[in-house]
């Protein structure tokens, strides 16, 4: 099993520019997640899906949009980057929610925005 | 006030040392979670704690829902432990949503 996987591993783009952060699970977990780090900041919740066709915000959802028509692939997308959503993004996963299971995480990306 | 606190935030110990962080916690939780990252950033889950202790290798992790606190412990510490160690709280009352801490960065010194 790959497990989690991301790509783009780093990116670099411009602001008012757009792209989807794909994030891909092998293991048939129903829930996923996407978090974002920031430097010295615990991670946030961006938005999650306990399923497909079924997606919900998180804390800090302003800025991104979600799908997921597949258990496999819950890819984010960004419309109109800016600065402040320069950070590390880690997608994860789990068999049922994190009062039951651990999650398991992707390797993140890397992402700039000048 | 932070939901979830952890300290030190920083912890420097030479290799062979006993090794505690511990986490504090604000909210009615279902359950705690323990993560290490690694220097080149991976996360991997360490242990999910809902009441008690639980043992993996050199790791311990205890939980006080009571006293909302919980502690990991690491024995015989090695080099290899190096890493930021995260705290993280299922909210009970927040969808299955979990809150994490800023993370323990420990550094061990051969």
């Known amino acids: 099993n790959a497990g989690v996987t991301q790509t783009p591993k780093f990116r670099i783009l411009k602001i008012g520019q757009s792209m989807t952060l794909q994030c891909a699970q092998d293991?048939?977990?129903?829930?996923m997640y996407w978090y974002r780090q920031d430097p010295g900041m615990g991670l946030k919740l961006i938005y999650y899906?306990?399923?497909?066709?079924?997606?919900d915000k998180g804390e800090v959802p302003n800025g991104y949009n979600v799908s997921r028509s597949t258990t496999e692939d819950f890819p984010l997308r960004l419309e109109l980057a800016a600065p402040s959503q320069t950070s590390v993004y880690f997608c994860?996963?789990?068999?049922?929610?994190?009062?039951?299971?651990?999650?398991?995480f992707g390797p993140g990306t890397r992402l700039t925005v000048l | 006030k932070n939901e979830v606190e952890q300290s030190p935030q920083n912890l420097t110990a030479q290799e062979g040392e006993f090794i505690t962080i511990n986490c504090s916690y604000s909210?009615?939780?279902?359950?705690l979670h323990w993560l290490q990252q690694h220097p080149g950033g991976g996360i991997v889950s360490l242990f999910m704690?809902?009441?008690g202790k639980k043992k993996h290798g050199r790791l311990i992790a205890t939980i006080n829902i009571q006293e909302k606190h919980s502690s990991l412990h690491i024995t015989a510490s090695h080099p290899r432990d190096s890493a930021v160690y995260i705290c993280?709280?299922?909210?009970?009352?927040?969808?299955?949503?979990?809150?994490f801490g800023k993370g323990t960065r420990l550094h061990i010194l051969p």
């Open positions: 704690l809902s009441s």
């Open positions: 994860a996963s789990s068999p049922l929610g994190s009062s039951y299971n651990e999650q398991f």
């Open positions: 899906s306990v399923g497909a066709g079924i997606t």
């Open positions: 993280a709280v299922v909210d009970e009352s927040r969808d299955d949503k979990i809150i």
């Open positions: 909210v009615g939780i279902s359950a």
């Open positions: 293991m048939n977990h129903n829930y």
